[in-house]
């Protein structure tokens, strides 16, 4: 049976539009939800799709817009860039099913209100995405993915305006994402790192759909609007298709608040000891700044060269960018200590109006960068301190 229907399937994609075999009046279209799971990083912002079922035609297909290939040359660098490619594809409704089942996640059906004519527009439109020309796409996390196609297509193809009666409280995009991620600092960490203070804005209720479970609820609430004035309820039936596993979360000792507060521990044990012995550590800044450096050029690359249009501003930039890497220079060779005493000096300014200005900076800025920040803080300072001492002694032996 299910060979049967995903041959149906294939030859109606293959056939042209003039040909297909229009859906029956026992069929509907839904929209699936399927809720957040810990398996996988892309996976704790839950899932949503469109399905398709014909009884008539022995037909129960489901349109996925959340299909990607790690296996593609550079995916990461076009993922950082900005560049990533997902595709429409078209599964069995009892495969797509199990396989988040399989998951843990709960699987909910909202059965779309629609006119037959609405349905059958709806389904002539996913069978001309899901065409092989058609069917790849530029994603955008917050702006175009699974969850905002499927929207599109329904307020495209109704007859008038899908009104959404939902009112979530007032968010920013990065409040919404850090809720699915409450879970797993260190991805809140990462997304923090990367995203710059577009991320900081409040999303009005419609940017908040390419949340799925955000934009199941605002289905659930939502009725379309007719050219003459009636109103009906947009979903007619939810139906819960798989219950949720609750998954047990192990807590995180060494989180990055928790790692912050000991590289600034180290650090003020590492400057404790130089002053005790009278020395200079010289490869710890080697190493400190090399690494800074490093962060820094993933900062600056999101930041002018990726086209995500959440990365641009960055106030991170005044602690991690590509001029540290130069300074790694500075610090190991002796005779560039005076450019190295300019270079600590600039960077102990810009620092200290960072951490002086914290609060007063548009963009959220993750606890734990508070403990790095004061760490760099730390060796500049005590640089320029060095370097003041040492010029005051040789002016008394003078």
């Given at each position: 049976m299910?060979?049967v229907?995903?041959?149906y399937?294939?030859?109606?994609?293959a056939?042209p539009?003039?040909a297909q075999?229009?859906?029956?009046?026992?069929?509907?279209?839904?929209l699936?939800?399927c809720?957040?799971?810990e398996e996988a990083?892309?996976?704790?912002?839950?899932?949503?799709?469109?399905?398709v079922?014909d009884?008539?035609?022995?037909?129960d297909?489901?349109f996925?817009?959340?299909?990607?290939?790690?296996?593609?040359p550079?995916f990461?660098?076009?993922?950082?860039?900005g560049?990533?490619?997902?595709?429409?594809?078209?599964?069995?409704?009892k495969?797509?099913?199990?396989d988040?089942?399989m998951?843990g996640?709960?699987?909910t059906?909202?059965?779309l209100?629609?006119l037959?004519?609405e349905?059958?527009?709806?389904?002539?439109?996913?069978?001309i995405?899901?065409e092989?020309e058609n069917a790849v796409?530029?994603?955008?996390?917050f702006y175009d993915n699974?969850?905002?196609?499927?929207v599109?297509i329904?307020?495209?193809?109704?007859?008038?305006e899908?009104v959404y009666?939902h009112?979530?409280?007032?968010?920013?995009?990065?409040q919404l994402i850090n809720?699915c991620?409450r879970n797993?600092p260190?991805?809140?960490f990462?997304?923090?790192?990367?995203?710059?203070?577009?991320?900081?804005?409040?999303a009005?209720p419609h940017?908040?759909?390419f949340?799925?479970?955000?934009l199941?609820a605002?289905?659930?609430k939502?009725?379309?609007k007719?050219?003459?004035?009636?109103?009906?309820?947009?979903v007619?039936?939810t139906?819960?298709l798989?219950?949720?596993?609750?998954?047990?979360?192990?807590?995180e000792?060494f989180?990055?608040?928790?790692?912050?507060?000991?590289?600034?521990?180290?650090?003020l044990l590492?400057t404790w000891?130089e002053w005790?012995?009278?020395s200079?550590?010289r490869?710890l800044?080697c190493l400190?700044?090399?690494?800074?450096?490093i962060?820094?050029?993933?900062?600056?690359?999101l930041?002018?060269v990726?086209e995500?249009?959440?990365t641009?501003p960055n106030?991170?930039?005044?602690?991690l960018h590509p001029?540290?890497?130069?300074a790694?220079?500075?610090?190991?060779v002796?005779?560039?200590?005076?450019?190295?005493y300019?270079?600590?000096?600039?960077n102990?300014?810009?620092l200290?109006?960072?951490?002086l200005g914290?609060?007063?900076i548009?963009?959220?800025?993750?606890?734990?960068?508070?403990?790095?920040?004061a760490?760099?803080?730390?060796?500049?300072?005590?640089y320029l301190?060095r370097?003041?001492?040492k010029?005051a002694?040789k002016?008394e032996?003078?």
């Amino acid at each position: 049976m299910r060979r049967v229907a995903l041959l149906y399937l294939a030859i109606v994609l293959a056939l042209p539009l003039s040909a297909q075999i229009k859906l029956s009046d026992q069929a509907w279209i839904s929209l699936l939800t399927c809720s957040p799971s810990e398996e996988a990083i892309f996976t704790v912002y839950g899932h949503t799709a469109i399905r398709v079922c014909d009884p008539a035609a022995n037909m129960d297909a489901v349109f996925n817009y959340g299909m990607f290939d790690f296996s593609k040359p550079n995916f990461i660098y076009r993922f950082a860039k900005g560049e990533t490619d997902y595709r429409l594809a078209v599964a069995h409704f009892k495969r797509f099913l199990a396989d988040y089942a399989m998951r843990g996640s709960s699987v909910t059906e909202q059965v779309l209100n629609l006119l037959p004519e609405e349905r059958a527009r709806i389904w002539e439109a996913l069978v001309i995405n899901a065409e092989p020309e058609n069917a790849v796409y530029r994603y955008n996390f917050f702006y175009d993915n699974c969850a905002t196609r499927p929207v599109a297509i329904v307020e495209k193809y109704v007859e008038g305006e899908v009104v959404y009666n939902h009112q979530p409280k007032p968010q920013t995009f990065r409040q919404l994402i850090n809720d699915c991620a409450r879970n797993k600092p260190w991805l809140i960490f990462g997304t923090e790192l990367a995203l710059g203070s577009p991320t900081d804005k409040i999303a009005t209720p419609h940017e908040e759909l390419f949340l799925p479970l955000y934009l199941e609820a605002a289905f659930d609430k939502a009725t379309v609007k007719s050219p003459d004035g009636t109103e009906r309820k947009l979903v007619s039936q939810t139906n819960i298709l798989a219950e949720e596993v609750p998954e047990e979360i192990e807590k995180e000792f060494f989180t990055p608040l928790v790692c912050s507060l000991l590289f600034l521990a180290v650090m003020l044990l590492l400057t404790w000891l130089e002053w005790r012995k009278k020395s200079y550590y010289r490869w710890l800044d080697c190493l400190l700044f090399l690494i800074a450096g490093i962060a820094g050029v993933i900062i600056f690359f999101l930041a002018f060269v990726s086209e995500h249009p959440a990365t641009w501003p960055n106030w991170l930039v005044l602690w991690l960018h590509p001029f540290h890497l130069a300074a790694v220079v500075l610090f190991a060779v002796k005779k560039f200590n005076k450019a190295a005493y300019y270079y600590h000096f600039i960077n102990f300014a810009a620092l200290t109006l960072m951490l002086l200005g914290w609060y007063f900076i548009p963009q959220h800025l993750n606890t734990a960068f508070i403990f790095l920040v004061a760490g760099f803080w730390l060796r500049s300072a005590v640089y320029l301190r060095r370097e003041k001492v040492k010029k005051a002694l040789k002016q008394e032996n003078k």
